[in-house]
């Protein structure tokens, strides 16, 4: 019985393992289809995962910028 001195936690839901997991994976997908790369996510860890899934229009925006940066240097080097 809650306030009589007994166990007092019956409310409130434990998160689990397996919810973390699957919570991990959609993020790490969510990355993905944003247009990072596979093998620098799965390089990533649990906390730079989410700091990066916190803001996706700048992940975009600063994906794009990489993309021309690279092309840039491809036309570079062909000119040369």
């Given at each position: 019985?809650?306030?009589?001195g ?6 409130r839901p ?6 973390r ?7 790490r997908?969510?990355?993905?289809g944003?247009g ?10 649990t906390?730079e ?12 925006k600063?994906?794009?910028?990489q993309?021309?940066?690279?092309a ?7 000119k040369k």
């Open positions: 019985m809650p306030g009589k007994g166990d007092t936690r019956s409310g434990v998160k689990g393992a397996s919810d997991k699957r919570r991990e994976k959609v993020q997908l969510r990355l993905i944003l990072m790369a596979e093998d620098k996510v799965k390089k990533l860890n906390s995962v989410r700091q990066l899934i916190k803001a996706p229009a700048k992940l975009k600063s994906l794009a910028n993309k021309k940066s690279l840039n240097q491809k036309k570079n080097l062909a």
